[in-house]
């Protein structure tokens, strides 16, 4: 099977990394048109990740990534310090775009990194260095999620129906993405598995994105409205849940898009396990718990005038976190790049190497 390239670098030459530009999909003309971003700018970089051209945590990480080492091969060639400054200016920058996500943060700290370890290269060197670490993060966040869905696929039997929420798909990371990923492996395997994908209000990751790279792949995909979950589990169409993260604490508290810890609690109401799945890069062992994790508040015209037109009188108050916090407590298991990790996953956490 096909993956999608939803983040990569384009070099400009053959035979070198640099100079090159960031290359995404841009994912708010999906489903629509399929088209891509290409640009070497940090602010068209920001832009992107602000807006949700490019959206879904690990994705956000190699986009920051790729911005910063963007903005650092601008820099003049006197010395490293210039190339530095820009690097540092940029991550400072990039780190402003959303603030839910950690792995945007975990990506632009391992960039600043090895910035600073290899200062001691000529400038030309050290810019090459960047711009590979910003592949490397890509290619391993490409690895763990292949990972991830064989784990997860060892959850999954002939015939099962997943629900998902928002999109943890290919879109949202290097390749296969962490909640899809199992779903992936399994039909790749020929396990007849088919899901149903909320559409995940108000800006439907779930119907534009989750279903059109699912039917792009052959496999089936049925889309309710968010308020439709708790039927579809009563009625006995659901076997499991899987969603992704955008941040897991270290007591396995998970942040994911809004409307995540309603269907925790719909799942649990109905006997229905609930896994999340996503790679190291999203759990931050400095988060001691779910009230730690910073929620996004999005336009409220997202809400009041979605896709084009109003859906709400003018001026109404309007309420719009993008996250919420589904607690430990509601998950079954937390499916990484190592394995399928049960609670309680305070000590499974603090037992990963990160
Ligand atoms: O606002 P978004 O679309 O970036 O939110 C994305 C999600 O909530 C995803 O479920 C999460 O980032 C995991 S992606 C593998």
């Given at each position: 099977m096909r993956a999608l390239r939803t983040v990569e670098w384009l070099a400009d030459t053959p035979d070198s990394p640099v100079p090159g530009r960031v290359r995404l999909i841009d994912q708010t003309r999906l489903p629509g048109e399929l088209v891509w971003l290409e640009t070497a700018d940090v602010d068209a970089i920001w832009k992107a990740i602000q807006t949700l051209q490019v959206r879904g945590a690990p994705a956000i990480g190699i986009a920051a990534a790729m911005g910063a080492a963007a903005a650092a091969q601008?820099?003049?060639?006197?010395?490293?310090a210039p190339v530095l400054a820009a690097l540092h200016a940029a991550a400072d920058y990039l780190a402003t775009s959303r603030p839910t996500a950690v792995n945007l943060f975990w990506a632009l700290a391992r960039m600043r990194a090895v910035g600073e370890t290899n200062r001691a290269l000529p400038p030309r060197a050290l810019k090459t260095r960047l711009v590979r670490e910003a592949i490397a993060i890509r290619d391993e966040d490409a690895a763990m999620c292949r990972a991830i869905g064989r784990h997860g696929a060892t959850l999954l039997h002939d015939g099962d129906t997943v629900l998902t929420h928002c999109n943890a798909g290919g879109l949202a990371a290097?390749?296969?993405?962490?909640?899809l990923a199992p779903i992936y492996t399994a039909h790749a395997v020929g396990l007849r598995v088919s899901v149903i994908a909320d559409e995940t209000r108000p800006l439907l990751q779930g119907s534009r994105l989750t279903a059109w790279e699912l039917r792009q792949a052959g496999i089936p995909v049925t889309v309710i409205c968010d308020n439709m979950a708790a039927q579809v589990m009563h009625e006995g169409r659901v076997a499991l849940v899987f969603v992704g993260a955008d941040r897991i604490a270290a007591n396995g508290d998970a942040a994911n898009k809004i409307g995540t810890y309603g269907v925790a609690i719909l799942a649990q109401a109905h006997g229905i396990p609930f896994y999340v799945l996503a790679p190291t890069s999203t759990i931050d062992p400095a988060t001691p718990d779910g009230a730690a994790i910073p929620i996004e508040q999005r336009a409220v015209e997202e809400i009041t005038h979605g896709f084009g037109r109003a859906t709400a009188p003018d001026g109404v108050a309007v309420y719009a976190p993008a996250f919420d916090v589904t607690p430990a407590r509601l998950i079954a298991g937390i499916v990484c790049e190592h394995g399928i990790l049960c609670p309680p996953f305070a000590a499974a956490i603090a037992a990963l190497k990160h």
């Open positions: 601008t820099a003049d060639e006197t010395d490293s290097a390749e296969f993405g962490t909640a």
